[in-house]
């Protein structure tokens, strides 16, 4: 258990202080008070007041974290604009977070999902920097008779170039451009001899095992693969290249995770591999297993996924604040108080029916239901 537990906790503490950090380093760029930065919800298990007030604490339930203005009413930052005017004075005021221009509560708001965005790219610049990058091209030792891959017309020895016009440099991209993938079918390009052509595989969906031993749905398309002449291409990178591909990491994650989650609203991505934090913990405790390079890596892909799902427009989400900020900006005038408390119960009930959603799965792949 602790080997699970360890883990997970070191893993939430980091990527939810950094969510955390990047709304209150805009909040206090821009004058707004802070009273509370929590890591965890409910009682407080230790923590301390710094010089400006605001009360720094770790909780017992570590499922996110929340950074509370002055004046909110809650850890939602929601507010009576017309009873703060009244209660507090001029000096007061400008501390308030629902004052603020709406430029400036925009990015309070944008600053905890860009704040995992960065701390994703920093980790994999880091990684091609001082560890390096493969550069292995993908060439097909073996089609597996009968496999959608020898019905789509793949080779031996065809070098692999794209899968769905993402761009293969590593023999290790194919696996991944495979499982991203949601289409019917996949699109492959090819070099074969002299010549470069697309072929299309429809793979096969089976029930298998990940890397870790989890059961997962596997896309298998039949195929082997080696490295191009039999030579390992892993190099260190450059500052300025290893910036390039750390932001395009985080841009196919982040692009690539949008896709799955709209292909499973549309019935056409399996549902079953949505996880919550059951699963993401016992995975961080299989992925430390092996070395900090694997955890920090899995860091960088959670610190994403936390950044993207708090963009959502669901009330109650950093998304949902930013939708709230857009009718404003349309409309020259906050929404009124009793709609946007009607948008947060909405919120209220998703988030709680995802969560209800995501820990069945997690039960479900502990073996507790069939």
């Not at 999902?113 to 880091?126: D, G, H, R, T």
């Not at 079918?185 to 089976?206: C, G, M, Q, T």
Request: aromatic residues 14%.
């Amino acid at each position: 258990m602790l080997n699970y537990l360890i883990p997970f906790i070191v893993l939430i503490l980091i990527v939810v202080f950094i969510h955390e950090y990047g709304h209150y380093y805009f909040a206090k760029k821009y004058g707004v008070g802070v009273t509370d930065f929590s890591i965890g919800f409910g009682k407080e298990i230790f923590g301390w007041n710094d010089k400006s007030g605001t009360r720094w604490k770790i909780c017992w339930i570590p499922l996110g974290g929340y950074v509370k203005f002055f004046g909110d009413r809650n850890v939602f930052s929601q507010a009576d604009q017309d009873k703060l005017i009244e209660k507090y004075d001029e000096d007061e005021r400008k501390k308030l977070f629902t004052l603020k221009p709406l430029n400036q509560r925009a990015w309070i708001v944008f600053g905890g999902p860009l704040a995992n965005f960065i701390l994703a790219f920093l980790i994999f610049f880091s990684i091609y920097t001082f560890v390096g990058k493969d550069f292995t091209p993908a060439v097909i030792n073996e089609v597996q008779k009968e496999s959608p891959a020898e019905i789509g017309g793949l080779k031996q020895d065809d070098i692999i170039l794209e899968i769905d016009n993402n761009k293969v440099e590593s023999i290790m991209d194919v696996s991944k451009f495979i499982t991203m993938s949601t289409s019917d079918f996949i699109d492959f390009k090819v070099k074969r001899s002299y010549d470069e052509i697309i072929l299309k595989v429809k793979p096969n969906i089976v029930l298998g095992e990940d890397n870790l031993g989890n059961k997962i749905k596997k896309r298998i398309v039949g195929i082997k693969l080696g490295a191009y002449n039999d030579k390992i291409n892993h190099v260190k990178l450059s500052p300025i290249k290893s910036a390039y591909y750390a932001v395009h990491e985080v841009y196919y994650v982040s692009t690539s995770s949008l896709k799955y989650i709209g292909a499973m609203l549309f019935g056409k991505a399996d549902t079953s591999q949505l996880g919550g934090p059951i699963r993401i913990a016992k995975i961080s405790g299989q992925v430390a297993t092996f070395g900090v390079l694997a955890f920090i890596s899995m860091m960088a892909y959670i610190s994403i996924s936390l950044g993207l799902i708090n963009l959502f427009p669901i009330p109650m989400l950093d998304g949902g604040h930013l939708m709230f900020y857009a009718f404003e900006k349309v409309l020259g005038r906050p929404l009124s108080q009793k709609t946007q408390e009607g948008f947060f119960r909405i919120g209220l009930f998703l988030l709680l029916s995802l969560m209800f959603f995501t820990t069945f799965n997690d039960l479900k792949d502990l073996g507790l239901f069939r």
